[in-house]
């Protein structure tokens, strides 16, 4: 067999190399009709565009690269819990990736490290990616976000509650938590317990805004006592649930910070006999399987993780096309509230 170069494309489209090598990269300057026939060549001869070869003729790498938290994802699967959320991050990106005939390479990075600046600075230099996707906490470290301006790299930072450089894609973490808590009170409760987020991830403060902000709309005085801290693992959940619910006094529903909490809260509340929900109410954040399938299934907010990361991936294709000039805006993605057996009137 033949190996197909872009000239037999050419060749077949009756179009020029220049034509052909507009439409791979997905340039705009080529009609609907010229599109459809080069692209009809393509899949006719089997021509996959070499990606070596697609970086010498411009300056454009193919490439964008995800910085993802190295402490919470290795600590993640040494433990073999998974990392649904970047699984998700993954999906979203990789499938968008493929769609503009680009690649996605992650990479893990210590925010910890003093080598932290050098670290990045070395990815860039060696990859040359045309943009770089942050993930939280990396999306909101003073010095990633330094090293990637001076680098001059277009960057988007998914999930990020605080305004800054680069583009942002989020979902709203302060209103997501407002409408769970306003579920909750809506059903009766309240006395409301909240066992909060990682205090690394600024998204735990907006979630906290948020149930108190319910509150207060409820006209309810806060309990600074039912807000107990708790870092996203089961381990931090399972510390977190032992003080609320051992309490005489203990709330009749329970926020989350996000779903590993959740499931920590849901075991303890069995291993004392507390009912759920018929005693205790529960919900959370993020919408894992693993919520989906519990006894019984929680109440959750779905973070649009996947959709976020194909927005991202459109942002830095474009910024590539266009000398590598991103658009700073904050672009606001919905979330879902999924309403389940896990949350109901007090006793």
């Not at 894609?169 to 309240?190: F, I, P, S, T, Y």
Request: with cysteine.
């Amino acid at each position: 067999m033949r190996n197909v170069t872009i000239v037999h494309v050419a060749e077949k489209a009756r179009v020029s190399v220049k034509t052909v090598s507009r439409v791979v990269n997905n340039e705009p300057t080529v009609t609907p009709q010229l599109r459809e026939r080069v692209q009809a060549a393509i899949d006719q001869l089997g021509y996959a565009p070499n990606i070596a070869a697609r970086r010498l003729g411009g300056s454009r790498s193919f490439l964008i690269v995800a910085f993802n938290d190295r402490k919470l994802t290795l600590e993640n699967w040494r433990s073999d819990r998974g990392n649904n959320w970047i699984d998700r991050m993954q999906y979203g990106a990789m499938l968008r990736c493929d769609v503009h005939g680009y690649h996605l390479l992650c990479e893990l990075i210590d925010l910890e490290s003093d080598q932290l600046p050098r670290r990045v600075q070395h990815v860039l230099s060696s990859l040359r990616p045309d943009g770089v996707i942050l993930t939280p906490p990396n999306c909101e470290d003073p010095a990633v976000l330094a090293a990637l301006k001076k680098a001059q790299i277009p960057f988007v930072r998914l999930g990020s509650a605080q305004a800054g450089p680069g583009a942002r894609v989020r979902m709203d973490d302060q209103a997501a938590a407002l409408r769970l808590a306003e579920h909750l009170v809506g059903l009766g409760h309240r006395r409301i317990g909240f066992v909060t987020g990682s205090a690394r991830f600024l998204a735990s403060r907006a979630r906290e805004d948020g149930y108190r902000q319910a509150l207060a709309a409820a006209g309810l005085a806060v309990d600074e006592t039912l807000l107990v801290p708790g870092d996203f693992t089961f381990e931090g959940g399972e510390v977190a649930a032992e003080a609320l619910l051992s309490r005489a006094d203990r709330p009749t529903a329970i926020l989350a910070g996000n779903d590993e909490t959740a499931l920590a809260v849901l075991h303890v509340a069995r291993r004392l006999g507390i009912a759920v929900p018929g005693e205790l109410s529960l919900a959370t954040f993020d919408d894992t399987p693993s919520v989906r399938l519990s006894l019984p299934p929680l109440t959750t907010v779905r973070q649009p993780v996947a959709e976020m990361a194909a927005q991202a991936v459109d942002l830095l294709v474009a910024a590539a096309a266009k000398d590598g000039k991103l658009s700073r805006a904050d672009h606001l993605l919905p979330f879902e509230l999924a309403l389940r057996a896990s949350t109901a009137p007090p006793p």
